[in-house]
């Protein structure tokens, strides 16, 4: 599969990252499978999250993957810690202990990466910064990302942490694409010009922060898949017409839609389904054209001006 640095770390990952948030709905021998598949596919960067199935998903995952020091120099594993029932913790405290918890699940003795997962309004950079440099000092962490968060809230942290920020995972797909409409729509009276994330991508893109597009295939906010669903009757189609252009599924279609964006982004796949992972990693060597990308954007009801 193709690879991209991961912002300005020395790390070259795939273009598409496994997602494990639903890897407990897998029986041990299919949680093998899936994760033998995912390997096959050179996607060997999976992501994880202490919260994802109160922590069950990371044993699951190393369980399936049978975690030994020869498997873990072939992996890349990145975990997310920062949300607890009620509230949101980047507290020093709570960062250290989140990321031992993950450790222990994972069987390994360090993170490549740790994204904060959502933004805390209690943040206190200052302890942050402590946390990630104990991390780093004790080999538990190599680099550090953040995920939700818009400009001014990275740069709030930039002021104290002095490791880069290397990631930045953030909701996007083709119809859930407000932070590239607001981009488009510069100076429009219509919903589209709403910024709502203080032009996040650009500023990723300026920063070399790696986007992570998490839920590329959901509308709303895990409201269902737009894929071969009837209330999107003209993406479907479009995608459709495309996908039989270039011989490869609605899936690898959808994913190749994020792959053309030249910020270079690393699409979150969360499916379960080997043969959804493998058409997802098929969009690895799919270039759209700059019209049918513009197609599919428009298609999915975003307007031009």
């Known amino acids: 599969m193709r690879t991209i640095k991961l912002g300005t770390s020395a790390l070259e990952v795939p273009v598409v990252a496994v997602g494990c ?18 390997l096959e596919e050179g996607a060997n960067f999976f992501d ?24 873990r120099e072939n992996v890349i594993l990145q975990s997310k810690c920062g949300i607890r029932k009620g509230m949101f913790d980047f507290s020093k405290e709570h960062i250290l ?7 222990r699940r994972l069987k390994t003795d360090y993170l490549d990466v740790l994204l904060l997962h959502r933004p805390d309004a ?17 080999g538990k962490v190599r680099y550090f990302g953040v995920s939700n968060q818009k400009p001014m809230q990275i740069e709030l942290l930039k002021r104290y942490v002095r490791q880069p920020l290397v990631a930045n995972q953030l ?7 407000t932070m590239i409409s607001n981009g488009i729509n510069v ?13 996040v991508l650009d500023y990723c893109r300026l920063h070399d922060i790696t986007v992570q597009p998490w839920s590329p295939f959901q509308y709303g906010f895990f409201e269902g898949v737009f894929l071969n669903n009837d209330k999107f009757k003209e993406l479907n189609q479009k995608i459709d017409e495309i996908a039989a252009r270039y011989g490869v599924s609605n899936t690898t279609i959808a994913i190749a839609w994020l792959l053309r964006h030249p910020a270079k982004m690393q699409p979150i796949i969360g499916t379960m389904n080997i043969g959804r992972l493998r058409d997802s990693c ?23 001006p």
């Not at 948030?21 to 995912?38: C, G, P, Y």
């Not at 202990?97 to 450790?103: I, M, P, R």
């Not at 098929?282 to 031009?304: C, F, Q, V």
Request: hydrophobic share 40%.
């Open 282 to 304: 098929k969009a690895s060597d799919i270039h759209l054209t700059r019209e049918e990308w513009y197609e599919i954007y428009r298609a999915a009801g975003n307007i031009l």
């Open 122 to 138: 209690l943040v206190e950079p200052e302890e942050v910064a402590e946390a990630f440099d104990i991390l780093e000092q004790a």
């Open 21 to 38: 948030m639903r890897i407990n709905s897998l029986t041990k021998t299919d949680a093998e499978k899936f994760v033998q598949a995912a």
């Open 97 to 103: 202990e989140a990321v031992d918890g993950s450790l």
């Open 187 to 199: 100076n429009m009276e219509n919903d589209a010009a709403i910024d709502r994330d203080g032009s």
């Open 48 to 71: 994880h999250a202490d919260i994802y199935g109160g922590g069950e998903c990371e044993s699951i995952f190393a369980e399936a993957i049978h975690m030994n020091d020869d498997v």
């Open 171 to 177: 909701q996007l797909s083709i119809t859930n694409a």
